[in-house]
């Protein structure tokens, strides 16, 4: 699951390394997310690959009487998106979602009722785009148009089978040189394990070079 995120990049930075433009007045400030509050974050959607949009986490689905579903779609199953009612109606909205990392938690006994908390990064502390879903949705009763976006998530590696041990899933990381591919035509090449997870200042489990391929059918 990925329900915590963290983008430490300026306002230029993000924009520099999705070579993406934010639209004036856009209210992006750099820090840690809780998807539980439903914020607002930097998305580039396949809309227009050159903008970064700020979108609310939590995608509510065009038929959505409310906005009540949205704590229920945070995350959307790689494997389920087009049977889900949720998501098979934004399988052709793809989009990327800004992080630095993102926090998973290890469950130390088997009720989780000890927790051990772990930073999920790339080498260097590059930033990545999370694959994600977007669309919009009309309040029916005030007009409020929103655009909202859930996170894409996956089966998980070996690395992450054993800190997310509980439910033993991941979200999705595109290879940056595939990010356009993702945006374009649903070609999902993953850098999933390259992934590193730091439990503290002394403790660092190193990810793999390796690629992952798949593609949204």
Request: proline fraction near 5%.
């Amino acid at each position: 699951m990925c329900f915590q995120t963290e983008l430490s990049l300026t306002y230029t930075q993000l924009e520099n390394r999705f070579n993406a433009m934010f639209r004036e007045g856009a209210d992006y400030k750099s820090g840690k997310y809780s998807g539980f509050s439903h914020p607002r974050t930097p998305v580039i959607a396949n809309r227009d690959p050159g903008t970064l949009e700020m979108m609310q986490w939590g995608l509510i689905p065009p038929w959505a009487k409310d906005t009540e579903i949205k704590k229920y779609t945070l995350n959307a199953r790689l494997e389920t998106l087009r049977s889900k009612p949720s998501f098979r109606d934004s399988v052709n909205r793809r989009c990327l979602v800004a992080a630095s990392a993102f926090y998973e938690w290890q469950w130390l006994d088997p009720k989780g009722k000890k927790k051990q908390k772990y930073t999920l990064k790339l080498p260097g502390g590059e930033a990545f785009g999370l694959a994600g879903l977007w669309n919009t949705w009309t309040d029916r009763d005030t007009g409020e148009v929103m655009d909202t976006y859930t996170i894409i998530t996956t089966e998980a590696n070996e690395l992450m089978s054993r800190i997310h041990n509980s439910k033993k899933r991941m979200p999705v990381l595109i290879d940056r040189g595939h990010e356009t591919d993702w945006l374009e035509n649903g070609e999902m090449v993953m850098q999933n394990d390259r992934l590193q997870a730091t439990q503290d200042s002394q403790l660092t489990i190193p990810g793999k070079r390796t690629r992952q391929s798949t593609a949204l059918k």
